[in-house]
Each structure stands twice: as structure tokens, then as C-alpha cells.
């Protein structure tokens, strides 16, 4: 990667002179980012192309513009990456719901006839907080703590704060184990187990708060009580009650339905055979 930055950044002062750079330097995960760069002299430019530098120094085509390839977006790259300019001397692209792994440096390039190609270099770092989850451990009725896990993942490293939404205050970390992994595409994750006397909080909330730079997130935990137990057992049986007599009413229908039919038919036979006994008479 360094070879190919030491490389880029050399071709980019010899070759990019005459060409304007804009758009975004840092971006939120999960928004978008915009990148354009525009030539002050197409004079010879046949194709306009967009590439990425990975780390494996080599450099990856998301989009292409030209007589030939027209709008041009990689099959790997359509839906994330659009094309939102394109011609000889301006070309503009949007990278779509970006994530960690689109933190990079892209390559805007106008190849042009006989002279070479001519290139500019933007570089994008992504910061914020991808996710934050969080569950709970139940206490045992024998046991007199309750532990709960919050965990984040961003970059730059989340801190994890604990708060009592009831008390509005700060929770004291006495007890808690925090522990901060590193993930493939660069974020770091960051676990933080805290230990609550049941007692206390059962039947409250207790927020996990994610601190990443300036951005922050939230998740709320909600400990149950003793009487959440008993709530739930009372409204199992009220739904038990209810389907059991509503099962009850469907099957009286169904035997008065029944028995409504089966009545019709018996008069229809016996309407059948007083018919027919008065044609016998009418014959004699």
C-alpha cells in the first residue's frame, strides 16, 4: 500500500495540475459521499475513469465514461457507486450508504490521446457508529446481581458510558469488565459488562451510551421486575380463557348449523313424499 501511495502521489503533482478536486474528505457511516474532479483542458480525452486504491497496492475501476463504454458502472459496484457526471473535462460519482470498508483513497482519471493520462487523488475516511446492541443475564433467584452487556462498533474506538434513566446520573463502572476488539475493516468494538444489584434496578431502565468522536448513540435496557413475571402469567391465562370460549362458541355454531341442515333436509324428504302420495291418489 505504501508503494502505491508513494506512487499515486507522485504522478498525482507530475500529471494533475489542470485538474480541480472536490468532495468529501470524512463522512458518517452510513451516508453518502460525493466525489468530483474536473479538467481545465480535455483537448485529446477519450476516457474518464474512476478507480479505488486497495490495499494490496492495486488499484480497482469502479466507473468508466466513453464512446464506447458510455455510463459505465463495474457489476460489483452498481447500486453502491452512480455516475452522477461524466464528461471529457467533469466527472462526479456518489458512493452510496458508505461503511468502514469504504475508507480509502479514489482515483479520478482522464486518459488522454497522445499525451497520457492525466489523474487526481481524493482519500475518504468514514468515523461514527455502525451498531450497538445490548442484553441482559438473569440473576438466578439465589443471586443478588443482574449483569448486563452493551457492545459498539465504530471508529474512532467507542467509549461506553452507563446511565440510570430513572436517577439521570452516571452509573459507577465498579465491577464491570470493558474489553475493545479490532475488526477487518478498520472499526473497533468495544464491550462493556456491567454488574447491577437486582434489587435496585429491577423494574427500571438503564441506558448504554456509545461515545465515538462527536457522535453519539443510545440503547435503553429494561430490567424486569417481579410483578413483570406475574403480569405476564396473568394475561397467558386471560388469552388461554379467551380462545378456549371463543373455541366453545365456533363449535356451538357449528352443531346449530348442523342441526338447522339436517332439519331442512328432513322436511325436504317429507315435502318430496306427500308430492308423491297425492299424484297416486290423483291417478286412481
Known amino acids: 500500500m505504501l508503494c502505491l501511495l508513494i506512487i499515486v502521489c507522485f504522478m498525482n503533482g507530475a500529471y494533475s495540475s489542470d485538474i480541480t478536486a472536490r468532495g468529501d474528505t470524512s463522512v458518517v457511516f452510513g451516508e453518502e459521499a460525493s466525489l468530483s474532479c474536473a479538467l481545465s483542458n480535455p483537448s485529446g480525452v477519450k476516457q474518464v475513469t474512476w478507480q479505488r486504491a486497495r490495499s494490496d497496492d492495486r488499484a480497482e475501476t469502479l466507473a468508466t465514461f466513453s464512446e464506447v463504454y458510455k455510463h459505465h458502472v463495474e457489476d460489483q459496484y452498481v447500486g453502491k457507486v452512480t455516475l452522477t457526471t461524466a464528461s471529457y473535462n467533469s466527472t462526479s460519482i456518489v458512493i452510496k450508504n458508505v461503511t468502514f470498508e469504504d475508507e480509502a483513497c479514489y482515483i479520478c482519471s482522464f486518459q488522454a490521446y497522445p499525451v497520457g493520462a492525466k489523474w487526481k487523488t481524493l482519500c475518504l475516511t468514514v468515523k461514527g457508529i455502525s451498531e450497538i446492541t445490548a442484553n441482559i443475564n438473569p440473576a438466578s433467584s439465589s443471586d443478588s446481581e ?116 339436517k332439519g331442512a333436509n328432513v322436511m325436504k324428504k317429507f315435502t318430496s313424499a306427500e308430492s308423491l302420495r297425492g299424484e297416486v291418489v290423483i291417478e286412481c
Request: aromatic content about 6%; some cysteine.
Open 146 to 261: 443482574v449483569s448486563v452487556t452493551c457492545s459498539a462498533t465504530g471508529k474512532p474506538t467507542p467509549i461506553l458510558q452507563w446511565k440510570s434513566t430513572e436517577k439521570h446520573q452516571n452509573l459507577k463502572l465498579s465491577g464491570s469488565n470493558t474489553s475493545v476488539n479490532v475488526n477487518n475493516d478498520g472499526s473497533n468494538t468495544t464491550t462493556s459488562i456491567l454488574k447491577l444489584t437486582s434489587s435496585q434496578y429491577h423494574g427500571k431502565y438503564v441506558e448504554c451510551v456509545a461515545l465515538s468522536g462527536n457522535i453519539e448513540e443510545k440503547y435503553q435496557i429494561y430490567l424486569k421486575g417481579e410483578n413483570d413475571e406475574e403480569n405476564i402469567t396473568s394475561r397467558s391465562y386471560i388469552i388461554t380463557v379467551i380462545i378456549v370460549v371463543f373455541m366453545l362458541i365456533i363449535i356451538l355454531v357449528i352443531i346449530c348449523l348442523y342441526k338447522l341442515l
